[in-house]
Nanobody, 125 residues
């Protein structure tokens, strides 16, 4: 399975961006698909994830109320709408997916089997 992420860029604080991640294989057995991010010198951290079958969504506290994750089953794609962006949202954003993950592990990057190439998001203050 290959994940192709896109949509990053440079935006001013308070602005918006939308990231997309498309899977090369229809995720019929997919459990979770979502986003992590990694700022320079920091660990990769959980941002948001979507249960592929139910559509239930889960967010890091730092982005709750500002970011929205959604999925389009027909397009094998998950989106991350990012509003009210802050300078501290600056990072490389990675798409991730897994077919076996359980809910209690969705925030742990090491538990995901599939990763996209990363897309840079830079928020100027």
């Amino acid at each position: 399975v290959q994940l192709q992420a896109s949509g990053g860029g440079l935006v001013q604080a308070g602005g918006s961006l939308r990231l997309s991640c498309t899977a090369s294989v229809r995720p019929s057995g997919r459990r979770f698909m979502g986003w992590f991010r990694q700022a320079p010198g920091k660990e990769r951290e959980f941002v948001a994830v979507c249960n592929w079958s139910s559509g239930n969504t889960y967010y890091a506290d730092s982005v709750k109320g500002r970011f929205t994750i959604s999925r389009d089953k027909a397009e094998n794609t998950v989106y991350l709408q990012m509003n009210s962006l802050k300078h501290e949202d600056t990072a490389v954003y990675y798409c991730a997916a897994d077919d076996r993950l359980i809910l209690s592990r969705i925030r742990y990057a090491q538990d995901y089997d599939y990763w996209g190439q990363g897309t840079q998001v830079t928020v100027s203050s």
